[in-house]
């Protein structure tokens, strides 16, 4: 079992900046990647950003060039620094660890913390 705890959401302005974390811990060592997803009310959950075990990230089209994923795997923590936030970018948003256990594949999701960005 992998427990993810997030924190670093808040209420912020457009054009302002927020940095969420995740904290990982249990069993780390079956993590092979980690992510954030977001849900906006009456929207599906999406992926906003990934990062896998040898460091190589994608990101939703939606927030290159503003948003940055990055991990510690010394604190087993995953950051996702997020800039020039819009509106449209208000959301819960949600971190998420995949990887194995055995021959299965496991997924894991944070509670959500939710960010607010006012115009």
């Known amino acids: 079992q992998v427990q993810l705890v997030e924190s670093g959401g808040g209420l912020v302005q457009a054009g302002g900046s927020l940095r969420l974390s995740c904290a990982a811990s249990?069993?780390?060592?079956?993590?092979?990647?980690m992510g954030w997803y977001r849900q906006a009310p009456g929207k599906q959950r999406e992926l906003v950003a990934a990062i896998t075990s040898g460091g190589s990230t994608n990101y939703a089209d939606s927030v290159k060039g503003r948003f940055t994923i990055s991990r510690d795997n010394a604190k087993n923590t995953v950051y996702l620094q997020m800039n020039s936030l819009k509106p449209e970018d208000t959301a819960v948003y949600y971190c998420?660890?995949?990887?194995?256990?055995?021959?299965?594949?496991?997924?894991?999701w944070g509670q959500g913390t939710q960010v607010t960005v006012s115009s």
């Open positions: 249990g069993s780390i060592f079956s993590i092979n990647a």
């Open positions: 998420n660890a995949k990887g194995l256990s055995g021959s299965y594949s496991v997924e894991y």
